[in-house]
């Protein structure tokens, strides 16, 4: 819009020298006009075919220098001149009016172009200046939208970090409670009992202190099966797949594990157990007999199974049979997994793959 209101200016300028010259002569008016396709042609031809735009303007020049009453056209013609990245061209327009003072056109029309004309480049130059503060200042602000963009989703990752590492600490405290109330609590009620067997025997030809001591038996029975329980019911909660696949990944001892869990629910506490075993035998395996560089796990929940894939780049014999025989854990695997009903295999191709399926509706 800049744009077209200084060439608007310029035209009107044109006219102005036109009208200084009194009678000019149709070449002038038809000056002016090709003045104005030039303008309309430069800016179409600029962004894509600058060395088109930049002679076309130079040519329009000259020929506002030779012909005989068209150097009122300079004026326009100018002011796209001083768009081109030569500033010898800029040059032109005063020699163009120069000639045309020596062909004795009117001194005060010819003296009028000029000094238009150099108005004309300086108002180019600060429409152009302008015009590239503008841009710049675009291009400032979208980029500060991309980073912040960027930082938000940084915060996210940081924030959902920050929300899985809790989330981690949280299982693992369970878990440590849940150990020590079984070694602790769970060892002195076991050696309660056996105090307490041991004392019935003693009593044993007296009934009434036999009875209460079955009943101080069948009471330290109960508050043991009552703390296994919990024992249990916390261990079970304590265990996250996802937590402990990625747990396992870091301490694999694997440089690169590459972790992908979307089990679509919660699996069962056993079901979670049995795969977070087959994913620590794979692993170790891997580092171990094959000495992978690489592996992935993925983990994925479908309607009615819940699926493992471990594999590994390491080294890989040349067959998959009678690797159960070679102590490879692999027998273990295979018997945890059928034991809930599912099935294992191991497949040698383009590296080693653990794959386990365990039916999902026997476990919901």
């Known amino acids: 819009m800049e744009r077209i209101a200084d060439k608007a200016l310029m035209l009107a300028s044109c006219l102005g020298v036109v009208a200084v010259a009194g009678d000019a002569g149709p070449v002038a008016v038809v000056a002016v006009a090709l003045a104005v396709c030039v303008s309309a042609g430069v800016e179409l031809a600029l962004p894509s075919r600058p060395g088109v735009a930049i002679a076309t303007c130079c040519v329009t020049t000259l020929l506002s220098a030779i012909v005989p009453g068209a150097f009122v056209a300079l004026p326009l013609v100018s002011y796209d001149l001083a768009r081109t990245r030569w500033r010898v061209t800029w040059a032109l327009a005063p020699v163009a009016a120069a000639w045309a003072w020596l062909m004795q056109e009117?001194?005060?029309?010819?003296?009028?172009a000029l000094l238009l004309s150099c108005c004309s480049v300086a108002?180019?130059?600060?429409?152009?200046?302008?015009?590239?503060?503008?841009?710049?200042?675009?291009?400032?602000?979208d980029d500060l939208q991309d980073k912040l963009l960027a930082l938000g989703e940084k915060n996210q990752e940081l924030e959902e970090a920050r929300e899985y590492e809790a989330h981690a600490a949280a299982l693992a405290e369970r878990t440590r409670i849940a150990r020590e109330m079984h070694d602790s609590m769970g060892h002195l009620l076991t050696r309660l009992v056996l105090?307490?067997?041991?004392?019935?025997?003693?009593?044993?030809?007296?009934?009434?202190?036999?009875d209460e001591l079955s009943q101080v038996s069948d009471g330290l029975n109960e508050a043991l099966r009552t703390m296994r329980a919990s024992v249990h019911s916390l261990e079970d909660s304590g265990v996250d797949l996802g937590v402990e696949l990625n747990r396992l990944a870091a301490?694999?001892?694997?440089?690169?594990v590459q972790v992908e869990c979307d089990p679509h629910g919660t699996p069962p506490a056993e079901v979670s157990r049995c795969l977070v075993?087959?994913?620590?035998?794979?692993?170790?395996?891997?580092?171990?007999?094959?000495h992978a560089r690489s592996a992935t796990v993925r983990m994925n929940g479908m309607p009615g199974i819940w699926q493992l894939r471990v594999w590994n780049d390491g080294e890989v014999p040349g067959t998959a049979s009678h690797l159960e025989e070679r102590g490879m854990g692999l027998?273990?695997?295979?018997?945890?997994?059928?034991?809930?009903g599912g099935t294992l295999r191991v497949s040698v191709g383009n590296g080693f793959e653990v794959f386990a399926s365990l039916p999902r509706r026997e476990h919901s």
């Open 195 to 210: 105090q307490v067997e041991a004392l019935k025997v003693i009593h044993r030809g007296d009934a009434v202190a036999t």
């Open 331 to 340: 027998r273990t695997m295979r018997e945890r997994v059928e034991s809930l």
């Open 277 to 290: 075993a087959v994913a620590r035998e794979a692993l170790t395996n891997a580092a171990r007999h094959a």
């Open 251 to 256: 301490t694999s001892g694997i440089p690169g």
């Open 106 to 112: 009117p001194r005060q029309a010819v003296a009028a």
């Open 123 to 141: 108002l180019s130059l600060r429409c152009g200046c302008q015009i590239e503060l503008a841009g710049k200042a675009t291009r400032l602000q």
